[in-house]
């Protein structure tokens, strides 16, 4: 197998196995496991935080910028559904969110953008093997004069033609 096949069975694996969100924290450690829970769920908790691992750093080194404008349909933990030109996407959305100094989850945030039409620039990352694949993962939000900006443990900006 290819490398790019490989990753690509990496992402599936993680987007069937787990609740999807775009996470790219490091692994928690034992005491943000709960206590309480058996080893059985510590240790798949813990395969679940590596497989979100993967699919950040896979995101992070695959993606390429790319600006979506369209309206939020809905939102669930970790995926918020975009009408663009009559069709739906589906995109990776961070936790938590910083807008206007103030820091709200995705739910609040995206709840009041219901309907609303928004611009959002995102890591697109495509497969083409014998099923096309897209991931689009969004860092920032605009809508009317506000910026929504994603709350990460990196800085995401599109790269110039001349590094400094």
């Keep these: ?50 497989r979100h691992l993967l699919l950040g750093r896979w995101l992070l080194t695959k993606g390429e910028p790319a600006t979506l404008q369209g309206t939020v349909v809905t939102h669930i933990p970790g995926v918020t559904v975009l009408l663009i030109d009559g069709k739906h996407y589906n995109i990776l959305t961070p ?22 039409t928004v611009t959002m620039e995102t890591l697109k990352v495509e497969y083409n093997g014998a099923v096309k694949t897209t991931v689009y993962a969004v860092y920032k939000i605009t809508y009317g004069e506000t ?18």
């Design 1 to 50: 197998m290819n490398t790019n096949v490989k990753l690509m069975a990496l992402l599936l694996a993680a987007l069937v196995i787990g609740e999807v969100a775009y996470v790219a924290s490091a692994a928690p450690d034992e005491n943000q496991i709960a206590p309480q829970a058996g080893p059985q769920a510590q240790a798949a908790r813990r395969l679940i935080a590596q």
């Design 95 to 116: 936790a938590r969110w910083q807008v206007r100094g103030d820091v709200k989850t995705g739910e609040e945030l995206l709840a009041g953008l219901k309907g609303q």
């Design 147 to 164: 910026t929504a900006e994603a709350i990460l443990p990196v800085n995401i900006s599109p790269a110039t033609s001349t590094p400094s």
